[in-house]
């Protein structure tokens, strides 16, 4: 199984800052049509993840430009820009390019 | 707008069976595969399988393999996680997503106790 790592585990932010996520994965995500199903989830307190990025770097619908994804290969980035109070809750990077599909043990965003 | 709504959970004995229900809309369900995945209290989400749009295939994480089974009805637009044998291990907030958009549903909580 593909083994993610993320860090850190907590990340104090103060608002306004910007705050950077690793995600590493033991091997490549590079699938063979040439694409990395590399994705990454919010999961603000009491809610269901909710994804942010897909394929490394391609924001979903609705989310805002502030959030952006990096990386590649097998070292993975997500960047909040000027954080809001929103933006608080646990982030996750998830593989889809091998099964079984694996998270990331999560980094929680919390306000300084 | 997708809603996935997730139904079934329950305080369950270990050895025992139970059913979860996930009924979808707002999008064409026959022709998207559908995952299961869960969250044990305070931790991250594991993924549990997936079934093919059509049913055909179906994949499992290790962890459940020969107790879990996923099925659907895209007459009812519905998938079903069947779960047996169960054990403490498995108590979770267990949720239902849309293949490609990774949608969720709100979860159902799933207790594993005698």
């Known amino acids: ?112 | 707008q997708v809603q996935l709504v997730e139904s079934g959970g329950g305080v369950v004995q270990p050895g025992k069976s139970l059913r979860l229900s996930c009924g979808a809309s707002g999008f064409t369900f026959s022709t998207y595969g559908m995952h299961w995945v869960r969250q044990a209290p305070g931790k991250g989400p594991e993924w549990v399988g997936v079934i093919s749009y059509d049913g055909s295939k179906k994949i499992f994480a290790d962890s459940v393999k020969g107790r879990f089974n996923i099925s659907r009805d895209n007459s009812k637009n519905t998938v079903y996680l069947q779960m047996d044998s169960l054990r403490a291990e498995d108590t979770a907030v267990y949720y239902c997503a849309k293949d490609q958009t990774w949608n969720w549903g709100q979860g159902t909580l799933v207790i594993v106790s005698s």
């Open chain 1, 1 to 112: 199984d593909i083994v993610m790592t993320q860090s850190p585990l907590s990340l104090p932010v103060t608002l306004g800052q910007s705050a950077s996520i690793s995600c590493r994965s033991n091997q490549s995500l590079v699938y063979s049509d040439g694409s990395t199903y590399l994705n990454w989830f919010q999961q603000r307190p009491g809610q269901s993840p909710r994804r942010l990025i897909y394929k490394v770097s391609n924001r979903d619908s609705g989310v805002p430009d502030r959030f952006s994804g990096s990386g590649s290969g097998s070292d993975f980035t997500l960047k909040i820009s000027r954080v809001e109070a929103d933006d608080i809750g646990v982030y996750y990077c998830m593989q889809g390019s091998q099964w079984p599909l694996t998270f990331g043990g999560g980094t929680k965003v919390e306000i300084k």
